[in-house]
């Protein structure tokens, strides 16, 4: 779905390169800025740092002079606000807004947030307006949404970064629309079968008992606490050739000390 | 439950303040630094700057030399990272990793993260690890933990900004943990009745007549046209008021043009 950002007042570069990086992190390229405090902020030092390679996403970015004009082509706007109003658009959490938007089952929401599922039809854009760091977004601005959007965030210290809430909303809306695979890091785990296990548990049962920490004769729960701790650890057969070479190497070193002793 | 952000030879002050903000909005405040670059880091102008009144998190933060002074008292380790590595501990989405963990009903999960929910016993505390901002976390950190937490991201440009990141993994963990309420900017609004809205039509119907825009003998569609897209809009009572103001002026209006023609 079309997606749009847009910046209005914006006065820290920093926050305009977060923004254009966490824009691209999530898949999104387009980034409108109404009034910006710097007009060559798209170029600015510390925007380009802040934006960490995202720079197609500052190339391609608009500077227009009203919210106006950021609006072509987006039908449904969404508002992030915290500052109470007088009267508005109602303030939803993102997750619970973009489920409803997307008609996602709600199996995804909170039962407080499933009351008020909309019929109506689906929109196929939408922008995000962020106000200015210091004072948030304008009434007037507001007034224009169909939701203010509002990040769940302590009572206490709600005052997210610009960036940040970028991020956050980036990623909700990224996740709503189907997310990203993650890629595993490593190798899809093998598990050894539970005979490879046990064999490797009486290899360590033997181990255990020429060492000397476990007596046939009263083995006690020994034995069993190891196969659950196995169990849990879910081995591989790697591990499992790990665990067999270090009984052995504790059946030889008990070999040679019981030579040494009667030597 | 006992929560710890542990930033791993952080080079840039921003971030540590980016993040003191970052995990207060989410309500937390426990964080470690383990050698970071400048030594002074918590208390360095940027940091301050960024942190934007989370001073207490930064007052309460700890820096050793060590990652094993840091993991005191958690449970459970979370790293953060993205480079394929020869082998580790299991690749998983936040939100899918964090249900798994919390035994959050798998509503939460999208199906393909369901397969390997954990029987085990539940952590009481947790950990996220971080690395540096220009190489990440080093191999033998994440062998120490026990899931590598990889955020969804644009695989042509995954590469989330450290303070970022860390704002992100706080938000799913706290949304995972339960959430913070959203507060709603504006009075709950309240919904005219049917019949208020039909008496609005009514009085509608009138005045639309009395300007000449609706042909009694020809009605066609137009007041059950008005009528849907009224529903559509969920009229309150003070928005029926405005409505009636307007069709009381447009009649007005015509009456008086007819006073004039007749004149």
């Known amino acids: 779905m079309k997606t749009r950002f847009i910046l209005i007042n914006t006065s820290h570069a920093g926050n305009v390169g977060g923004t254009a990086r966490a824009m691209k992190t999530m898949g999104f390229d387009d980034l409108v800025l109404v009034a910006p405090r710097w007009a060559n902020v798209l170029r600015r030092e510390e925007t380009i740092q802040r934006a960490s390679g995202a720079l197609d996403v500052l190339n391609n970015a608009r500077i227009v002079e009203t919210l106006d ?36 089952p ?60 970028v991020q956050l909303i980036a990623y909700d809306w990224r996740e709503a629309l189907g997310g990203f695979a993650v890629q595993s890091a490593t190798a899809e785990p093998q598990l050894a079968d539970a005979a490879a296990v046990a064999g490797m548990l009486r290899h360590w049962e033997e181990a255990l008992t020429d ?26 057969p790697e591990e499992i050739h790990i665990l067999r070479g270090v009984a052995k190497a504790m059946s030889q070193k008990a070999l040679r000390a019981a030579g040494k002793t009667s030597a």
Chains 1, 2 share one sequence.
């Open 211 to 236: 060492i000397g920490f476990l007596d046939p004769a009263s083995p006690k729960k020994l034995m069993p606490r190891l196969n659950q701790l196995f169990n849990r650890a879910q081995l591989s």
């Open 69 to 104: 004009e950021a609006l072509d082509g987006v039908a449904h706007l969404c508002a992030t606000a915290m500052t109470p109003r007088d009267f508005g658009p109602p303030t939803r959490s993102p997750r619970a807004h973009f489920a409803e938007l997307l008609g996602v």
């Open 106 to 165: 709600d199996l995804l929401l909170k039962k407080e947030h499933i009351e008020s599922v909309e019929q109506g039809l689906k929109p196929d854009s939408i922008a995000f307006l962020f106000g200015s760091e210091r004072f948030g977004m304008q009434n007037e601005d507001v007034y224009r949404c169909h939701v203010a959007l509002s990040i769940p965030s302590d009572p206490q210290f709600g005052s997210l970064n610009l960036a940040a809430a």
